[in-house]
């Protein structure tokens, strides 16, 4: 898959751009603060519907102006595409493909997949529970639209029951009905998380190694479930068994919404053991570790997006990753950093199609381009 070209008006800081990318690399050079990571964040939009910072979409549109519009042209299995998304104006946001508006915006996730490493990847390791399940969930999202579904499903559920709890009703068939069906979700959600879970690690482990040479340290993902921990009960049981203590609470204290993932090196915590380069490392290559495996869940090579990640780590990593990320397993790549010398060195380890441009201000200004000596990514 490939994103050929892309308009932006009054997206964040940048007032009007129109660019023709390179099917290979796309290079963004500037400093901090002038706009670089805000093109990433339009492209992360047209394939999640929102901002990889989590603000809220009326947060989306420059300031001084009153709309939004991002206009995305894409190569996805050799058939053109185009995604728009439009905000403001006084009407409501709208997401279309393909000239056809979107009736619920889960139908597109993961029709154009994407993988974004950036500096606040550290959350995954210093953050909370909540960061490691928003990580896994959007993984297999991407490639499974039923656990979607069901992860729709749950949260609504758990909401209801949320309620229930803080309103003090004692109704227990109420609560069983409601429970009845967070089960069914809660068992598809848990087990698809242990398997894609496992997958990964396995995965990660090879990019880790590659990035920390030999170091000989052994990474792990480790799922702590409260549903498999209590192999004999359902999630039914569990919230029927926590019910008096919820209703204390005022929340459902155990369920899919709150396990977490343990991660380790050497099997030690790495958010109290390991340095803040063997941190970075290890979040790194997760993201990877999720390009490669949704891109077999996919049949698609994802967009990958690297913003400023090269920050704080030693000569012999960075060319490390840059090895990595020059593999033909790697499709398009949209790369972002304040030193040349970084994107020099990439250019001279991909020697195909490439495209730079230096941003000031939300303007953008090509720099130079390569056109492609030979193929293209899926």
């Not at 209801?160 to 609560?175: E, I, K, S, Y």
Request: hydrophobic share 35%; aromatic share 8%.
């Amino acid at each position: 898959m490939l994103l050929k070209g892309l308009s932006v008006t009054n997206f964040k800081n940048i007032a009007r751009e129109t660019f023709a990318f390179s099917d290979k690399l796309n290079c963004l050079l500037g400093n901090n603060g002038m706009g670089k990571s805000n093109l990433l964040d339009a492209i992360y939009y047209l394939s999640f519907c929102r901002s990889f910072t989590g603000a809220q979409d009326s947060l989306m549109t420059r300031r001084g102006e009153d709309f939004m519009l991002l206009q995305g042209r894409y190569d996805r299995r050799g058939t053109a595409e185009e995604v728009n998304v439009s905000l403001g104006g006084g009407r409501r946001k709208t997401f279309k493909r393909s000239g056809k508006e979107y009736q619920r915006l889960s139908e597109h996730i993961g029709l154009f997949p994407a993988v974004l490493v950036s500096p606040a990847d550290m959350d995954l390791v210093c953050g909370s529970g909540e960061e490691r399940r928003r990580f896994i969930d959007m993984i297999i999202s991407q490639g499974d639209a039923r656990y979607l579904d069901h992860l729709i499903r749950y949260n609504h559920g758990l909401q209801q029951r949320n309620r229930l709890l803080r309103d003090h009703v004692t109704d227990t068939l109420l609560f069983r009905t409601i429970e009845d069906a967070m089960d069914v979700s809660a068992r598809y959600i848990t087990t698809t998380r242990r398997t894609a879970i496992d997958r990964l690690a396995r995965i990660h482990r090879r990019y880790y190694a590659a990035i920390a040479g030999e170091d000989g340290e052994e990474t792990g993902l480790d799922y702590r479930s409260a549903l498999e921990e209590e192999q004999d009960m359902s999630m039914a049981d569990l919230f029927e068994r926590n019910r008096t203590r919820d209703q204390f609470l005022g929340y459902t204290s155990a369920g899919p919404h709150r396990d977490d993932i343990v991660l380790t090196l050497s099997s030690m915590p790495v958010r109290r053991t390991a340095s803040q380069g063997q941190q970075k490392t290890f979040t790194i290559a997760l993201r990877l570790a999720q390009y490669e495996f949704l891109s077999e869940a996919t049949s698609l090579k994802p967009l990958l997006l690297l913003d400023d990640i090269f920050d704080k780590l030693d000569a012999r990593r960075v060319e490390a990753i840059i090895g990595v990320v020059a593999q033909d397993t790697f499709g398009q790549i949209f790369i972002t950093d304040t030193n040349r010398k970084h994107l020099d060195e990439i250019l001279g380890h991909i020697p195909a199609a490439h495209a730079l441009w230096t941003v000031d201000h939300g303007a953008f200004t090509p720099a130079d381009t390569v056109e492609a000596r030979e193929g293209s990514a899926e």
